[in-house]
């Protein structure tokens, strides 16, 4: 959604009568962006966005099209099976309902904040014609009035994009949430150090590597929302007070590189800088997946994909074979 910030904020501006179309529901297509979009110009036929690879994009522009002059929404029912999926190289076929919306009724500030960074959510609320909506902004730090605000919330909370829909008696209620990416301090330097920043910005979050306990506390103090603290470093002027600060801010993921002993000799210095049992609790240490890794890259891709489960609010990560309900919950 990020993404489409300056297009939108461009077709506004040009007066062009474009629409923003995302899902409301949807079933298969294998892994795919949680925040998925497009923009829509119905006159001009023009799409610009991802979502399932393009496969609707023609539907989208004729379903536009149809929209009354009065409306402020359309649900569409849209799919996709077999030879078509392949050719799109969609993992899988699938089906979906699609909300489309005029640019005029999606409120300014949600393209303002999106383009600031700004963790934020977007609640619209259909009518049972799903021919009207009327959608508002949710901050993470705005009071919840009511269930779509509760559970946009949550969503923010888990730092990673995401949708639900709602349903009550006046009609459907989609939640969209769109968080600030996660921001990787590393502290410490190294071949391991490069890896995970590389692979933190495969992933779409933001990585930096700071080398002292100053450099960290600056970083952490400005992102503090969205820091996620890799340590690295076995200095212990380094690794104990940057480690209490971030605990100390309430950082959402506090991870430590190193064996046993050091991870020991850590949690009695930060036990002797102050840190209760609670909050030593909060740090992963010895850090990552226990995926059987050795090589850098692969501790690289144990410790990013602990945070992934961290952010997720996954209380343990397991095969998904032995898991049961939806695989992208």
Known sequence: MRELVETAR?????????????PVTEQGFGPRDPAGAVLVDASRGECVGALYRGVFDAELVAEAGAMGARDTARVCEVSVRGAEAVEAELTCGGQAEVLLQPLGAIPAEWWELLGAGVGVALVTRLNEAADQAVSEVV????VPRDDAGRRAGE???TRRPGRDALYG??????????????YVVIGGGGELAGIIQRQALLLGWEAVLVDGAEEAGKVIRARRDGACVVMLSHDEEFDVPTLRLALELGVPYVGALGSRRTTARRREGLIAAGV???QLARVHGPIGLDLGARTPAETALAICAEILGVLGARKAAGALRDTDGPINS
């Open 10 to 22: 461009q077709w506004v501006a040009e007066g062009r009568a474009g629409y923003l179309a995302r």
């Open 276 to 278: 209760g049992e609670a």
């Open 169 to 182: 008696q006046s009609g459907l209620v989609l939640v969209e949430a769109c968080p600030s990416a996660p």
């Open 139 to 142: 901050r993470a730090t705005d």
């Open 155 to 157: 969503l923010l909370d």
